[in-house]
């Protein structure tokens, strides 16, 4: 897993989605989420001094609600992004103190459990994001809070999943399997499956490259 990620959303944040229809937006938003978590959890995992993450995680989340805004039609600026973290965000700063808490009471916990907290807590801001900006930003606070929160609980697992993925990706590489041949035996599709082979392949760069 990399920084290197972050590129990738840069080109959400620049891109014309305006030709996409819900599902597409849906899609692309998704993947936005992925990204953002993905990168927020590696930086969680890197320093070892609480509140350093506030300076790195942060960052992150408002680049994400700047991708996501564009998807949705919305040019967000850094300043605006800001702002409307504090409306999708809840207890944004209670989440930051609990992170720091984990690193502090918690010993050897900072890289598992604090990475675990701050992918679902990004996953589930993309969602009030998400929420937030296709209701042409009138979602009420309690849609926003439900987003959020279901957000977190789906991210978590799909952090659990993920690293199940990863390892078993990991294992089949380390018996000389072919990207072909893992792609197969982990999504049951074929290179000539099309477009359920390029969603497979898609998910398997994601993972080796994340």
Known sequence: MSFINLDEIWKFINGDFSNLDEDGKKENTSRVRQIAATTGAVACAIPNVPFADFFIITPIQALM????????????????????????????????????????GLPGAGGLVGSIFVYGWTYGMGKAAEVYFASNMTASKEDLKKARETGA???????????????RIKGMQGQCFTKDQIIYALWNVAKDDGESYRKAEMEYTRLVSD
């Open 153 to 167: 609980k789906e991210g978590e697992i799909a952090y659990k999943q993920d690293e199940e993925l990863r390892k």
């Open 65 to 104: 609600v700047r991708a996501i805004g564009n998807i949705y039609g919305y040019k967000v600026n850094e300043s605006t992004a800001a702002e409307i973290l504090t409306v999708i965000g809840g207890g944004w700063l209670g989440q930051q103190t609990l992170l720091a808490a984990f690193r502090i």
